[in-house]
């Protein structure tokens, strides 16, 4: 069992007293261990997210994090958001200075670093992101897919314990997506623990070793990808669909052209290994 970093009972919360966003969420995350977040529009993702670092406030419930739980005052808060960064659905929520530079170095000033190593920290992130290039540029003027590189450098500046990601994917082109994923291997290296929300079941599937799903306020599961993905009755209540890899190593074992054996291959590479190609 992974040293438990984040603790969250019964959380609840409702944006308009008519309808609740979270219904009571109970999870308990371990160090290091990479989480997609998975579910259907409007079920609770974000809003999980939001009041996970802090940007919103739990109408009731409890946030342990290293076992210390978190209050509403400024110390405990400063924690959260210092552990717990957050890369946001919508990068125009998240960027506020008038060049890349300057985005990236924002966090990492505020924690009152010495110059030398908030330079060193910039540098490293702009390079991870691939976006050097554009680091005198006014954000305000980059494509979508830009600045969502550039939220991520934000975060990936902060050397953040815990990093959320809100739909990473889903402004990125193919490149930048298979670039993302490199950036996600050097941050599991690094022991980093990562929940990740996506409606991109290849990606959760190939990429979590845990996943949750979110259905109308609620976690309806919590296991790994593969069980998740093989529960036809998880997937009608989500509104999920398996991923391909899933169906056709299903259909090929279903006809009886590879052995039951649970080999379950999560990308490409893998399948091909299976078939001895
Ligand atoms: N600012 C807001 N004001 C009022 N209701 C909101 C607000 N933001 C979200 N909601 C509502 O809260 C519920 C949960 O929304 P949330 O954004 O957390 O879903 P999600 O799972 O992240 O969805 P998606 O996959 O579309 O990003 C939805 O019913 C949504 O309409």
Known sequence: MKETIIEIKNLKYAYTSDKPALRGIDVTIGKGERIAVIGSNGAGKSTFFLNLNGVLTPDSGEIYFKGQKLTRDKKD??????????????????????????????????????????????????????????????????????????????????????????????????????????????????????????????????????????????????APPVEIFNDAEILRRANLKKPMMLEVYNAMVAKGMLPDDQA??????AFKHLLGA
């Open 77 to 222: 808060l400063n924690t959260l958001r210092k552990s717990i960064g957050i890369v946001f659905q919508d990068a125009d929520n998240q960027i506020i200075a008038s060049t890349v530079m300057g985005e990236v170095s924002f966090g990492p000033m505020n924690l009152k670093l010495p110059r030398e190593e908030v330079v060193r920290r910039v540098d490293e992130a702009l390079e991870y992101m691939n976006i050097t290039d554009f680091k005198d540029r006014p954000p305000h003027y980059l494509s979508g897919g830009e600045k969502k590189r550039i939220t991520i450098a934000d975060i990936i500046a902060m050397h953040s314990e815990v990093i959320v990601f809100d739909e990473p994917t889903a402004a990125l082109d193919p490149l930048n997506a298979e670039m993302l994923e490199e950036v996600l291997e050097k941050l599991a290296a690094q022991e980093k623990t990562m929940l990740i929300s996506t409606h991109d079941v290849d990606f959760a599937y190939r990429w979590a070793e845990r996943a949750l799903v979110f259905c109308d306020g609620q976690i309806i599961a919590d």
């Open 264 to 269: 379950y291959p999560k990308d490409v590479a």
